[in-house]
Structure formats: structure tokens, C-alpha cells
């Protein structure tokens, strides 16, 4: 079965500044993909970025980047110009392609400072 | 464009009750996936709709069942309510297999309070 791990339980960072959120997934399958999603006080989950595992270049959505490494399992994500509203909770997910598998790791509570 | 749609937004139940939770999908979204969200945790893979069928389940006992409809509308039972129970119930939908840039789209949620 696949698992997702995430190993930082909170983080926080200072408003402008850029944080990395870490992500560690296991699975024995070559086809896959990787999602970071946040969750908001308001407990709506919100898609922040999608990567394929087939595709080598790093996804990029804005303010929101991933560093993919396929061979260590490692999807982590970087927010740059950090601003108030991305405080939220944010969670790492893996799906085959199929779907059945569509599994989250435990998240970071990430803390924007003014 | 409507959104994944959940009902009721709260529900309080009483131990042993049994406690019902309906979503609709987006328009024209086949798979529908169900989740547990306790009070400060990550969220639990419960069980996953497609075309009709029940094609995954969750380490869940089986007093957590559901159905989807010929509509792709779906609806989770708890049966026996039990206090730890109480969570935030979170539906999502996806349509087809995601290679063509698909992913699960999240409702509000149905929060749940098992008194």
C-alpha cells in the first residue's frame, strides 16, 4: 500500500520570506502522481499544485513550486514571497493513476507571520 | 459550474444512532471518494465510488458503508454511532483517470458530532 509522509508538523515563516514543506511517499508503482493541497481554517481543501511522476521538470503554479525526485521519493514544496493567507494546513497526496489509491500524508501546519 | 455539494453541513447524533451523509459530484464527475477528518488530523481514506461501484476501501469497520447512484450522487452510513466517530466528513469527485490533468475536487464537508 502507499503512504505518504510528511515530517514537519508545523512550520512557520516571517510574511515575504520563502519556507519548503517536506514530503516523503512510498510505492512500488512507476506511473503516479503527486499533489500538494491546502487546507484553509475554513476546512476547504484547495488543489495547490500537480505533478506527473513520468514528467522530469518540477511543476510550478505561481508563488508555488515542487522539487520532484523520483529516485528518492521526495516531493517537497516551496513558497516564495510567503503572504498571510497561505496559512493553512497543507497536506501531501498520492494517486495512481487509476485512482484507487488516492492517499494523503498527515500535513503541515504552516504559520504565516506578519 | 457547481461544485462538489455536501449535506447536511452538521449532524449530531446520539451514540448508537446511525448517521447518513449525501454528496453530489461535479457535473458530469463519475468517482466519488469519502474521507475522515478528525479534529486536528489528517484525513482517512473511508471508501472510493466509481461508475456505480464500490472500488476501494479504507481501514474502516463495516459499519461504515455507502452507495452511489445511478447519478454519481453518493451518500456514506455510520452505523452505531460510537463518540469517536465525531469528524469532519469530506467528499471529493474526479472524472476518469488522471493523465488528461484530473484531480479530486473537495466539498465543504459534513461535520459530524457524536454525542
Known amino acids: 500500500a502507499q503512504t505518504v509522509t510528511q515530517s514537519q508538523p508545523e512550520m512557520s515563516v516571517q510574511e515575504a520570506e520563502t519556507v519548503t514543506l517536506s514530503c516523503t511517499y512510498d510505492?512500488?508503482?512507476?506511473?503516479?502522481?503527486l499533489f500538494w493541497y491546502k487546507q484553509p481554517p475554513s476546512r476547504q481543501m484547495i488543489l495547490v499544485i500537480r505533478?506527473?511522476?513520468?514528467?522530469?521538470q518540477n511543476a510550478t503554479e505561481n508563488r508555488f513550486s515542487v522539487n520532484f525526485q523520483k529516485a528518492a521519493k521526495s516531493f517537497s514544496l516551496k513558497i516564495s514571497d510567503s503572504q498571510l493567507g497561505d496559512t493553512a494546513m497543507y497536506f501531501c497526496a498520492f494517486a495512481d493513476n487509476y485512482g484507487q489509491n488516492f492517499v494523503f500524508g498527515p500535513g503541515t501546519r504552516l504559520s504565516v507571520l506578519p | 459550474e457547481a461544485g462538489v455539494t455536501q449535506s447536511p453541513t452538521h449532524l449530531i447524533k446520539t451514540r448508537g444512532q446511525q448517521a447518513t451523509l449525501r454528496c453530489s459530484p461535479i457535473?458530469?464527475?463519475?468517482?466519488v471518494y469519502w474521507y475522515q477528518q478528525a479534529l486536528g488530523l489528517g484525513l482517512q481514506f473511508l471508501l472510493w465510488?466509481?461508475?456505480?461501484?464500490?472500488?476501494n476501501r479504507g481501514n474502516f469497520p463495516p459499519r461504515f458503508s455507502g452507495r452511489q447512484f445511478p447519478n454519481y450522487s453518493s451518500e456514506l452510513n455510520v452505523n452505531a454511532l460510537e463518540l469517536e466517530d465525531s469528524a469532519l466528513y469530506l467528499c471529493?469527485?474526479?472524472?476518469?483517470?488522471?493523465?488528461?490533468?484530473?484531480?479530486?475536487?473537495f466539498g465543504e464537508g459534513s461535520w459530524l458530532t457524536v454525542v
Open positions: 505533478q506527473e511522476a513520468y514528467k522530469q
Open positions: 510505492t512500488s508503482e512507476n506511473n503516479y502522481y
Open positions: 471529493a469527485s474526479s472524472s476518469g483517470t488522471f493523465s488528461s490533468g484530473n484531480t479530486i475536487y
Open positions: 465510488y466509481d461508475e456505480g461501484e464500490e472500488r
Open positions: 457535473s458530469g464527475h463519475t468517482s
